[in-house]
């Protein structure tokens, strides 16, 4: 009777690997919803700022000064609300449909959690009177609660999209109607968020006390730390996880808290952009040197483009020219690098892991010499919000380091092109293209699967033990020479679900995708497909 070995009970840490990161890309993709309002906010802002400062002289008509003064004021409203703006923001993005329902979930969970958890501080006495600066509580849309600044809004959100998933499909008949689909999710959300607010009461505290001490590190590491951040900020990007990086670095109190014009704050761009709107603040604070990691789309970019141009094959050198110069704008203007940056990972991937390591070092420099600018996209929000602020920032400094990183990268790009023969855009005789992240991936899966039928093929012992390969409706038949050569462990690792040996060989478990996985693996082998 045939033996049917089932793959190890342990962890499958291909599987773990695939799962993790495909969490982290949709958390990317939802995060992105609120993420991508700041910088319009931080704009308008900066608007704002303009007609409020001093040496321009409009600013002395007193009306507009009013209305600069209102604008700045009431946009300042968003960084200092961020959290229920991520709950409704990451809900609605992170959900496959219905994405209103969604988020207004969001927001009614996230008021639930809130007089939630003041109610069962109340109850259990844990609310403190008077000034609550430093205290662990805040005040978050007048409700007193534990401060858990930006994470509230992120950890709400993460729940609300998962019961939306869960349940938006769920329908019930008759009287039940209303109570499916959507409103079942908000329903079973309701005890879970009440839970959580008490859970939190007695957690969060601790967790205040790990965030106090990372920001601790964060501050002692100085200049090395914020180099460290320029690279994971870079080098993470490929697998979506950069926005799990920078948004608690730039939002919350990790990266620090501070107080401007008697409003607390928590996270470096959130106080930037505190002190950007304030009269009595003559300069940005020292966090602002965690906020330059725009300095390679604007500058390094350019220098690694001009590089690639200049080592472009001359015939080719004008469409190469062609499809650079839009790329670039992009970069630079925008902060959109994603065609200049998967170029690198698709042809050259050295070439990303410099790029990812001369941010680091760029980053580096602009802490080292002090340069306090808001720079964390591209050039045209760079320079909306940090001409308005005049001598609060180092616009100019910040520039000319800039020109220094494009040499830079001009130097160490085109030497390495050219040393390693890289295929960069205009080397390869063709069409002449840079590459999307769709374009990359479809390389990663096809590289995955090429390792999948190599795999199979040692773990059947290789080439040389393999006789004849055909297979059923979900069984990959091989006949071998010797069994003893055969590698469970690592034919386990292929996606198979069993493994069943006997006198002539071994069946291989695949399902339904077995006839493709049979044709892979002759084509491998280079022998006849036999249907």
Known sequence: MDKVLKKDCGLNFE???KTITRLGTEFSKGILVPVFTLPIVGMLLAFGVLLTNPSIPFSKIQWLNNFGVLTKDSLLSIFINLSPIFAVGIASGMTKRKKGDAGLSGIILFFIFLYSMNSFMKIKGFLITGDLR???QSLVLGVQVLDMGVFLGIILGLVTSYLHNKFVDKEFEGAMRLYGSSNLALLIGIPIVISLSIFFTYTWPVIQIFIAKMTNTIVSTGVFGVGIYGFLERILIPTGLHHLLWVPVELSAISGTGVVDGQYLEGVRNI?????????????G???VYLTK????????VGAALAMYRCANSDLKEKTKGILIPAVGAAVFAGVTEPLE????FTAPILFVVHAILAGIGMAVAALLDLRVIAVSGGIEFLAMMLPAGVKGDTLKFILLGFAQIALYYVIFKFLIEKLNLKTPGRESGEVKLYSKEDYKEKNKESEKSDKIKNIILGLGSSENIKTITNCYSRLRVQVKDLEKIDENLLNTTGCSGIVKNSEGVQIIYGLSVQKIKKEVCKELNIKDEE
């Open 15 to 17: 599987k773990l690997k």
């Open 134 to 136: 430093g205290t662990g």
């Open 272 to 284: 930037a952009m505190a002190e950007l709107s304030s009269s009595t603040i003559n300069r940005l």
């Open 286 to 288: 020292p966090g602002a």
């Open 294 to 301: 725009a300095m390679s789309k604007m500058f390094g970019l």
């Open 342 to 345: 998967f170029s690198f990972l």
